[in-house]
């Protein structure tokens, strides 16, 4: 009899040893298909994305006279025509028309660190980036329709196929991730963070991407590693004064 509850026992055990191991391959599983998901997108520039990014009734064509919006510092164009743009992942954007725009999408602190804004390899993704979180634009329907992170990857895209150079282009994306607005993500907003300490933190960025030449990929995971630590630094200076 002893045998027999012995035997039934470790049947038992066995059977909740295989159930743990199903539970934890499902969980390796799905966290394994997320970072696919995530990490699949293919960059526009590449040998597949080049053929399957682009843009629809390209270039841009604004308005000649610049009107100024309220608490903003530089003068806004309006469109005049709808563009469109189709990325890797067949995914449609759309800057309709008299989308405001001020040329770049770069926050203003970057300005001395990434150069001129207005060039010409920047304004599709500029008026299609201004769609979906530029100011002057709160009423459209594209407004903050789609996650932050995706609105600026696709930023980043449609500079590289408008002809923007890839250094540049990372280095204008890592701009707006990391100045740029985050809605509906109170948990990771930046808007506490000081000027001084954004300008140091993209500085570092951009020393990153010149010498390691790493993929949107590692740069989107460098930076959102480091997001705690900028955070806390802003509160202590904050706390200092």
Known sequence: ???????????????????????????????????????????????????TCYFINSPVILTETSVD?????????????????????GVSWLAPKLT????????????????????????????LHDAYCGAGNERSTQYHSVPWEKVHRMFYDSLRVNGTPETKAKIMFAAVYLGGPRWDDP?????????????QEMELCIEFIEKKEPSIAQIIHWMASREAKIISESLASLDSK
């Open 1 to 51: 009899m002893g045998y027999f509850w012995r035997t039934v026992r470790n049947k038992n055990i066995l059977v909740v040893l295989i159930f743990l191991l199903f539970v934890v391959f499902l969980v390796v599983l799905i966290q394994y298909l997320n970072n696919s998901s995530v990490n699949a997108h293919v960059d526009c520039s590449g040998e597949v994305g080049k053929d």
């Open 69 to 89: 919006l309220p608490l903003q510092q530089n003068g806004y164009y309006q469109l005049i025509n709808e563009v469109g743009f189709v990325d890797s992942d």
């Open 100 to 127: 405001f725009t001020d040329g770049a999408s770069i926050p203003e602190v970057f300005i001395p660190l990434i150069g001129e804004r207005d060039q010409p390899s920047f304004i599709n993704a500029a008026v």
């Open 187 to 199: 948990e990771r907003s930046l808007d506490a963070v000081s000027d001084k300490i954004l300008t």
